[in-house]
């Protein structure tokens, strides 16, 4: 397999090949981080409202999550003042309706902590928040990794196995008779959804819809993430309905593995296999009364037709 993901001799120096993306660092990861899990947190503890759930901690959890997610956009932005001009692009940005959802968010999750019934209404704009920032990766179409339709559907996943890890970590702590049972059930179906969407959207990378580095970027995350925030969690979900003296560490030592899990895979394709398109030829220009030749791709894995 290692074969397929090294450039072709020569072609590294040409200057064509894809190269990693530096304008989005761990300050733009903290925000996928902390307003997915913020808001996985905030959608699966209003809508358990539903069932009698509710707790200001979950609810404060959530925002500040949420909120600080966004003070690492605004770390990360080079003229911090004009930060506000975000507020102009809702027309055509991803991150501009991000922003005017974080308005009803806030407002609303505040008069919830006062009037408890409201809480049943957060996961409204949670949703639509963290449908907003899948959107903002899909739309980067410049960064393969990126762009892929199944970025959506993993980035959503993700964000609720890491909202129902934390409420399990969370109600071991704060919670009398700690978190719901339902919760990790909850956590269960999140983490096969998110392993499912994850193995496909691994394979369409590693078989030429990425570069070759993001994709060994990928295939070496893939089993520390597979087993470490997948495997792990189930193993501790079993433990804790096997040993009843040690539920409650188990259940939170699940949440917890499940939600680092989630960091470490954004981190991983928000900064290390975030490489760009670079340049490549449709046809090698003719010389002379010659014919054109090949087309040229450096960087990429060449997929011939019988590969496909």
């Not at 003070?71 to 055509?92: C, D, H, Q, T």
């Not at 496909?200 to 078989?207: A, K, L, P, Q």
């Not at 495997?231 to 560490?249: E, H, K, N, S």
Request: net charge positive; with cysteine; proline share 6%.
């Amino acid at each position: 397999m290692s074969e397929d993901f090294e450039d072709a001799p020569g072609m590294r120096h040409l200057g064509l090949s894809p190269w990693l993306q530096t304008a989005w660092d761990l300050r733009a990861a903290g925000n996928f981080i902390g307003g997915g899990t913020g808001t996985g947190l905030l959608i699966i503890a209003s809508l358990g409202a539903f069932d009698g759930l509710y707790s200001p901690v979950l609810l404060l959890a959530g925002l500040a999550l949420v909120g600080l997610g966004l003070f690492s956009v605004f770390l990360e932005i080079g003229r911090p003042l004009r930060a506000m001009n975000v507020l102009l692009g809702g027309k055509r940005s991803w991150m501009t309706r991000e922003a005017f959802v974080a308005a009803v968010l806030f407002p609303l999750g505040g008069a919830a902590l006062i009037w408890p019934d409201l809480a049943k209404l957060v996961w409204i704009p949670a949703t639509a928040y963290l449908y907003c920032q899948a959107r903002i990766l899909e739309a980067s179409k410049g960064i393969p990794t990126w762009r892929s339709p199944l970025i959506l559907p993993l980035t959503v996943v993700t964000g609720l196995a890491e909202g129902a890890g934390i409420l399990l970590l969370l109600g071991t702590l704060f919670l009398d008779g700690g978190a719901p049972e339902w919760v990790a059930g909850t956590l269960v179906a999140a983490i096969a959804g998110r392993l499912f969407v994850w193995m496909f959207y691994r394979r369409r990378m590693v078989g030429g819809e990425a570069p070759v580095e993001a994709a060994a970027v990928l295939i070496r995350f893939s089993m520390p993430f597979t087993l470490g925030g997948n495997v792990i969690p189930i193993a501790f979900l079993v433990i804790a309905g096997m040993q009843p003296d040690i539920r409650g560490a188990a259940l939170a030592a699940a949440g917890l593995a499940a939600m680092i899990g989630g960091w470490a895979m954004k981190v991983t394709i928000v900064t290390k296999a975030a490489h760009n398109q670079g340049f490549a030829i449709n046809h090698s220009p003719a010389r002379g009364g010659g014919e054109s030749g090949p087309g040229f791709k450096p960087g990429w894995r060449e997929v011939t037709k019988d590969k496909q």
